[in-house]
């Protein structure tokens, strides 16, 4: 019984590598670790939601939500980091994060919002599939002066009319309108 038990364990462990790894591969998945690692603080929040986790908040959503189990079945990786307080590491932050802007940029995704406000900055980018047709990725970088930053990552394969329905969904007008 105990090796059963030793080979169920292995094989959960290979297949949360398998999909971990397959996130990371995907052309929109962000690795935020050059940001992250120039914090001194810990993240306030932090999620970090894989797709064997997603499959199981797929199967949880209502049948008659179509359209968010459609959304949520595509995804591979949801991930954010809140830090409610960097310090003196604000200016830095700032730096690190043009640089990977650019950095995202050069490898294909497209800035669809950046503010620059005192020292505020917010970058939003989505990668999209060669045909335009999907979204591969959204990514999120804020700094603010008051030493907050978030940066979230959302990776999989996303159709217009998954953003437009999210939209719906939530009243975002701006997303709804994006319908093909």
């Not at 459609?70 to 990786?77: D, I, M, R, Y």
């Not at 932050?93 to 294909?108: D, K, Q, R």
């Not at 505020?120 to 999907?134: C, N, T, W, Y």
């Not at 998954?162 to 975002?172: E, K, Q, T, V």
Request: with cysteine; charged share 25%.
């Amino acid at each position: 019984m105990k090796s059963i038990q030793q080979l169920f364990a292995a094989s959960v462990i290979v297949a949360y590598c398998t999909f971990a790894m397959a996130a990371e591969d995907h052309p929109g998945y962000v690795d935020f670790s050059t940001l992250h690692g120039l914090v001194d603080a810990e993240p306030a929040v932090e999620v970090a939601l894989r797709e064997p986790l997603l499959r199981l908040i797929t199967e949880m959503i209502p049948e008659e939500d179509d359209e968010a189990m459609s959304f949520v079945s595509k995804l591979l990786s949801v991930r954010m980091h809140v830090f409610n307080d960097i310090g003196d590491d604000v200016e830095q932050a700032s730096i690190n994060m043009n640089e990977m802007s650019a950095e995202l940029e050069s490898e294909g995704w497209e800035r669809v919002v950046r503010v620059r406000e005192d020292e505020d900055q917010v970058d939003v980018f989505l990668r999209f599939s060669p045909d335009d047709q999907i979204v591969y990725g959204i990514a999120l970088m804020v700094v603010s002066e008051d030493g907050e930053m978030v940066l979230a990552n959302v990776a999989g394969d996303i159709s217009v009319n998954d953003i437009s329905a999210l939209g719906r969904r939530f009243g975002i007008d701006e997303l709804a309108e994006f319908e093909q």
